[in-house]
């Protein structure tokens, strides 16, 4: 991983009031940059999960991974290597539809995309979109021509592949 | 399992940790818990102010090792904490902060936190950076095991302060309370046994080392490993300089001893640093004030790094062998392993270095000064002192005097505020020291700026009775600032002369406490042996000149071994 290039820390947390505050404090506090977060509940009892998209260099890294471990609630926490990982992020795009020409057109471009269609009125479409934030981007790209009236995406979330993980034995 | 109110199972759940004394204000916030210390084993002293409380706390546990406890009403009392909390977060010391908070339930409305009420601050927000950790209660059940939990985490590991808040209504809540749960924490497990092979590494590289130099900090004054620290040292021939935090970690008496390294550290600390071939660090976070100019720290030596903290590992200061672990086991284990490969003591072209260049850098002085200077003064302080008198120092130039011409030969013997540099801190962890250590005496090394910050604490150690000196070098002027505008803004002074006001004999005696002016090196040892011999607190006033510079000094942005000015 060179310089500047966006990495992936997967970390078990417990699910307790005020805990991402101090996370998101300690990236603060440090001057490290969240590029995006997202966090949910996991199959084990009281503990989430996050997972943290950041931009900066191995020591950089290095250094989130081991101020993170120092936080009483953060469970276990571990950078993923991004050759062996899946990720994935979900975005909804709700996109200007001036005619029937361009509504096909568009309906053509999300099956390309394999995304889906979730919403439809006589001057929108809203589509959902899977995989990851490289191919999101391309999608996007492709629907700036048209118009994006809104976007919301949900930020990535990780696991490693294979039989790698940072479960926790109870 | 008992029923009782929350309040009274604080009490007694602090009772169950050994507490023996709080230093707190109380408040609206507080009146149910307050409402139990009379019949509580507990030792309440009513501090002046809260920020007072928290430094007197702090001071209590880097004397006894012990952690402290304070205790604020919610709001204005809980942010007065804050100044002592990150003082105490910043020189890892254990302190349990307590702080009442309005109920979790209202008259009104079913949930009153969170709704601006009268005295509520958002105590757990303000404190989640300054704090190891916080708790804020919900339900009286849970008092037994918090309390449990803030002080194992205060006291292990990497020690500091932990915060606990407590909701008005929890603190009256009558509920079945049991006091033998165990604590359950998955997310902290501090490492605290060396890696073996990075034992072994670390001995291969200092048995070989030609001019090895070991740097102390804070940590080994925590861990308690000041005995294992000597042996190391002696079986490799080792000087030892300490950082700030770790004067006290060596006697600085001993042969080895540089004194300690830094911004206004010793010449003879900070040279021999610098042309070491191999630096063992223990228990450092290497600070900015300690190393200067980070590329030029050290930098032909091969660093081994011992910490409990694998945070500080690489952070600050790249290193070829880092150890993560406590550092009384880890010098324990490095000894015991350089003990079987070194067989016998090394004597070298590097021990006789280091002998001349103490003799050049670091002379002896030629009989005592005549003149009123803060050198003489401490030199003949530490002549006055038994070996273990606490030391305490406010922030500025008092403090770096300290540093620099007042020998500790203990640990826990010289207290200061080393990483947040908190004026006023000196004189309540004075107090807080002599409660832990109360048949030592105890000096606050104060200035006249600093110690104004916290004086009104002197009613505290006046209706407490817990005397202490304060000796105040009074340069009239807020001392180190006015040095850096000197040195460094050709000397336009701004803001910083305070005038010859109060009249610091005047002000003890209003208080109840004792006051002398001294005018000569002679009058100030008569009147230090004077107070020894008193029971009652004790401020002497020694003016001097607001000339007066603290050197050597690395000016800021240089190297450690780029210091002016004359030891």
Not at chain 1, 16 to 32: C, D, E, Q, T
Not at chain 2, 250 to 257: A, D, G, I, K, Y
Request: some cysteine; glycine content about 8%.
């Amino acid at each position: 991983m060179e310089n500047g290039k966006t990495k992936v820390i997967a970390a078990l947390v417990e699910n307790k009031p005020g805990v991402l505050h101090s996370i998101a404090n300690m990236f603060r506090r440090r001057g490290f940059n969240i590029e995006s977060i997202t966090v949910g509940h996991t199959e084990q009892k009281g503990l989430a999960r996050m997972t943290i998209t950041v931009n900066g260099d191995e020591k950089t890294l290095e250094q989130i991974i081991k101020q993170m471990n120092k936080l009483i609630d953060v469970v276990k926490v571990s950078g993923l290597e991004p050759e062996n990982i899946v990720t994935r992020e979900l975005a909804l795009i709700k996109v200007n539809v001036p005619d029937t020409k361009t509504r096909s057109d568009i309906i053509n471009c999300v099956e390309v995309f394999r995304g889906r269609v979730v919403d439809v009125s006589s001057e929108t479409l809203t589509i959902e979109i899977t995989g990851t934030p490289d191919k999101i981007d391309a999608f996007l790209n492709l629907m700036k021509t048209y118009g994006i009236m809104e976007l919301a995406r949900t930020g990535i979330t990780a696991l490693s592949r294979g039989i790698k993980s940072i479960r926790i034995e109870e | 399992m008992t029923k009782m109110s929350g309040a009274k199972a604080l009490l007694e759940s602090l009772e169950r940790q050994n507490v023996e004394v709080i230093f707190g204000i109380l408040g609206g916030a507080l009146l149910p818990i307050y409402d139990h210390f009379g019949k509580s084993k507990i030792r309440h002293i009513l501090c002046r102010h809260e920020q007072g409380a928290a430094h007197a706390a702090d001071g209590y546990a880097r004397a006894s090792g012990k952690a402290g406890v304070c205790m604020a009403t919610s709001g204005p009392g809980a942010t007065n904490l804050v100044t002592g909390i990150t003082n105490a977060y910043m020189d890892s010391s254990p302190i349990i902060a307590l702080t009442g908070q309005v109920p979790s339930t209202g008259v009104n409305t079913s949930y009153m936190i969170g709704r601006d009420a009268f005295q509520e601050a958002d105590i757990i927000g303000i404190t989640t950076p300054i704090t190891k950790h916080n708790f804020q209660l919900q339900e009286a059940a849970e008092i037994p095991k918090t309390v449990k939990t803030a002080f194992y985490i205060a006291t292990t590991g990497r020690p500091g302060p932990v915060l606990i808040d407590i909701p008005k209504n929890v603190q009256t809540e009558v509920t079945d309370i049991e006091f033998s749960d165990g604590i359950q924490l998955r997310g902290y497990r501090p490492q605290t046994n060396p890696h073996p092979l990075q034992i072994r590494k670390a001995a291969e590289l200092l048995a070989e080392a030609e001019k090895p130099v070991i740097l102390a900090g804070g940590g080994v004054i925590i861990s308690g490993a000041s005995p294992e620290l000597l042996q190391t040292a002696e079986l490799l021939m080792a000087p030892v300089a300490t950082t700030f935090m770790g004067k006290g970690a060596f006697p600085e008496t001993h042969p080895l001893s540089l004194g300690s390294i830094g911004m206004h550290g010793n010449p003879v600390a900070n040279k021999l640093l610098c042309e070491a071939d191999v630096l063992l660090a223990v228990g450092t976070r290497f600070s900015d004030r300690s190393t200067g100019k980070l590329n030029s720290f050290c930098a032909p030596s091969k660093k081994i790094h011992i910490d409990i903290d694998a945070a500080e590992i690489g952070k600050n200061v790249d290193v070829g062998i880092p150890i993560v672990a406590d550092a009384k086991k880890a010098l324990k284990e490095l000894h015991e392993r350089l003990a079987k490969q070194l067989k016998k003591k090394k004597s070298s072209a590097w021990t006789k270095r280091v002998k001349e260049a103490k003799e050049q850098l670091n002379p002896p002085s030629k009989g005592a000064s005549k003149d009123l200077k803060p050198k003489a003064l401490l030199q003949e302080l530490r002549k006055l002192l038994p070996e273990n008198a606490i030391v305490t120092t406010e922030v500025g130039q008092n403090q770096m005097w300290a540093a620099l011409y007042f020998n500790a030969l203990k640990p826990r013997t010289f207290i200061s505020s080393g990483g947040l540099g908190t004026m006023g801190f000196g004189f309540p962890a004075a107090i807080g020291a002599k409660v832990a250590c109360p048949d030592r005496p105890v000096v606050d090394i104060a200035g006249d700026g600093s110690f104004r910050m916290t004086e009104q604490e002197l009613a505290t150690s006046v209706t407490e009775d817990i005397p202490v000196i304060v000796i105040v070098l009074n340069n009239s002027v807020l001392g180190m600032v006015a040095q850096w505008q000197r040195m460094f803004f050709k000397k336009r002074y701004t803001a910083v002369k305070l005038g010859s006001v109060p009249d610091f004999v005047k002000l003890a005696e209003a208080y109840g406490a004792q006051g002398f002016r001294v005018g000569s090196v002679a009058e100030f040892v008569k009147t230090v042996k004077k107070a020894l011999k008193s029971d009652v607190t004790t401020v002497i006033d020694v003016p001097i000149s607001s000339e007066e510079d603290v050197v050597p000094m690395v000016p800021p942005g240089c190297g450690i071994n780029e210091q002016v000015g004359e030891y």
